[in-house]
Nanobody
Framework: QVQMLESGGGVVQAGGSLKLSCTVSGLRFADFAMGWFRQAPGKEREGVACIDFKGQNTLYPPSFEDRFVASRVNAKNTVYLQMSNLNPEDTGTYYC????????????????????WGQGIQVTVSS
């Protein structure tokens, strides 16, 4: 049984930073790319980052590439999302997900490219 547990969310003031973690069990973690998604209230889930199986390559949508950094430690079965210069529009539930392949393909922002999902963690940015 695959389990994915996010942590590190919370409330932060605008301009602040947070680092999310996602620890995975029941999966050959080092074989798969990992993604981060978020869902704001009333909006669709959107991909914000993808990191390949070795952690050597990352992809971000243009609006996130200057503020979000994904990393991973395969020995710990954990993937991270460092978020900086946060603003209230970043408020939402953040999810980690394991990709269906080792690499972040052109559809890395698409939920269907991922197989297993965490339960999500809340991030609230106050103005």
């Amino acid at each position: 049984q695959v389990q994915m547990l996010e942590s590190g969310g919370g409330v932060v003031q605008a301009g602040g930073s947070l680092k999310l973690s996602c620890t995975v069990s029941g999966l050959r973690f080092a074989d798969f790319a990992m993604g981060w998604f978020r869902q704001a209230p009333g909006k669709e889930r959107e991909g914000v980052a993808c990191i390949d199986f070795k952690g050597q390559n990352t992809l971000y949508p243009p609006s996130f590439e200057d503020r979000f950094v994904a990393s991973r430690v395969n020995a710990k079965n954990t993937v991270y999302l460092q978020m900086s210069n946060l603003n209230p529009e970043d408020t939402g539930t953040y999810y980690c997900a394991s990709a269906r392949s080792a690499f972040c393909g052109v559809r890395y922002r698409t939920a269907a490219s991922y197989e297993y999902w965490g339960q999500g963690i809340q991030v609230t940015v106050s103005s």
